[in-house]
C-alpha cells in the first residue's frame, strides 16, 4: 500500500509553507497551540525533517505539562493581507 503525495502522515516541517503552522490540541485540557512555519526548528531546535505526526510525542502542554495527551497536531493554514 503506498502513500499518497498529501497524505498528512508524510509531512515534515520543512513542508510548512510561510503562511502555513501547526495546530497542536491537548487532550488534557483542551488548550490550543499554534505553531507558526519555522519556530519549533529555531526556538525548539527541531530538526526540519521531523514529521508532523510525530510531534505528538513530543510536544508538552505548557498550561497542564501533560505530554502524552496531545491530539495529533495538525497543519493549519492562514490567509495573509
Known amino acids: 500500500m503506498s502513500a499518497a503525495p498529501d497524505d498528512p502522515r508524510l509531512l515534515r516541517l520543512?513542508?510548512?509553507q510561510p503562511h502555513e503552522g501547526i495546530e497542536a490540541v491537548c487532550g488534557a485540557c483542551g488548550r490550543i497551540t499554534v505553531f507558526p512555519a519555522g519556530l519549533l526548528q529555531r526556538r525548539h531546535r527541531l530538526p526540519s525533517d521531523t514529521l508532523i505526526v510525530d510531534l505528538q510525542y513530543r510536544l508538552r502542554c505548557q498550561h497542564c505539562s501533560h505530554?502524552?495527551?496531545f491530539a495529533s497536531p495538525r497543519r493549519s493554514v492562514w490567509k495573509l493581507g
Open 67 to 69: 505530554a502524552s495527551r
Open 14 to 16: 520543512f513542508d510548512l
